[in-house]
């Protein structure tokens, strides 16, 4: 029996979706119509809700959802990817080579802009938990190698910003190939939106004054306004 498709998603305190990977995910249901509803996790009951309908993943993570027939599906991508064949239309655009190259370069980008969101996450957007503070801090010390006010003064100020511009700046090139604009494929949306704008709204989340610099750094601020203000009917609805 067909049933309403659920979103895990990362609970915080303003009780809206911020973080890329889930914004993936919430633009493509939104962006096809499909009915769902939202099921927040803090972090430290991700594995403990997912794990035993998802056994033996190297990873638990958000976004995950429940699909329509029952199924559990992790990853923002292969969520995608499930999404596109059982509703086709309006398409994705799966295989436009830009979204590749996009991807290539948003992994490329993201450690070089950790410090905007390890160190700030859980003071400015987390459920202030003492468990999930201890679980994010715990986490993310290890996966830096470092402490998290380490990072901030080895990686904060404009060192962050430098490093990520030319990444930036590779990601501006790309959205305007297309002369007609605003989105990565000219006049049509794709998934290659969704990804770009997904991280645009998750540091502007995170805060303004890491979200202007890193306009700044992109070469063309207007370019990517422009996007965030074309992807606004399907980035409404963030269960706020």
Known sequence: MSQQITLFDLANQQGTCWSLNPWKTRFVLNFKGLDYKTEWLEYPNIKPRLEPHLPGLEAYTSPTIVYSDGRYVADSRAIAELLEREHPSPSLHLDAPVLKKLEGLVAELMPKIRVVYMPVVYKRILHQDQANIDYWVATRTKRAGMTLDEME??????????????????????????????FFLGDTVSYADFVWAGLLIFVRRVGDDFFQPLLDRTGDRKAHEDLLKAVEPWSKRDDH
């Open 153 to 182: 003064k080895k990686e904060g100020g404009t060192v962050w910003q430098e490093a990520a511009e030319p990444y930036l700046r590779q990601v501006t090139e790309l959205l305007k190939e297309n002369d007609k604009g605003p």
